[in-house]
């Protein structure tokens, strides 16, 4: 659709927003932080599986780690 000014003014328009480009950010940061949890996950496993005593505490907090991470996500995440 095209306005007509009237004659002796200009028009402004803003920028439509499907023109604005975003930052494309590499693999490695879009993945680090995923890849860093599913390895302490995994370790936590690991120590649950293999003893008792301290292999259990790390286990805990290995398997903690996603789930505090995912209250702290959704406690700042952008609205």
């Known amino acids: ?12 328009t803003a920028p439509a927003p499907a023109l604005v480009r ?3 950010r ?3 940061d879009v993945f680090a932080l995923p890849t860093v949890i599913a ?3 995994l370790t ?10 301290l292999f ?3 286990a805990w907090i290995l398997l903690g780690l996603p789930i505090m991470a995912a209250m702290w996500a959704l406690r ?4």
């Open 1 to 12: 659709m095209t306005r007509i000014s009237p004659p002796g003014t200009l028009m402004r």
């Open 22 to 24: 975003k930052r494309r």
């Open 26 to 28: 590499p693999l490695r």
């Open 39 to 41: 390895l302490a996950s």
């Open 44 to 53: 936590g496993l690991g120590l649950a599986l293999l003893g008792d005593g």
């Open 56 to 58: 259990d505490a790390g």
């Open 76 to 79: 700042t995440r952008r609205r």
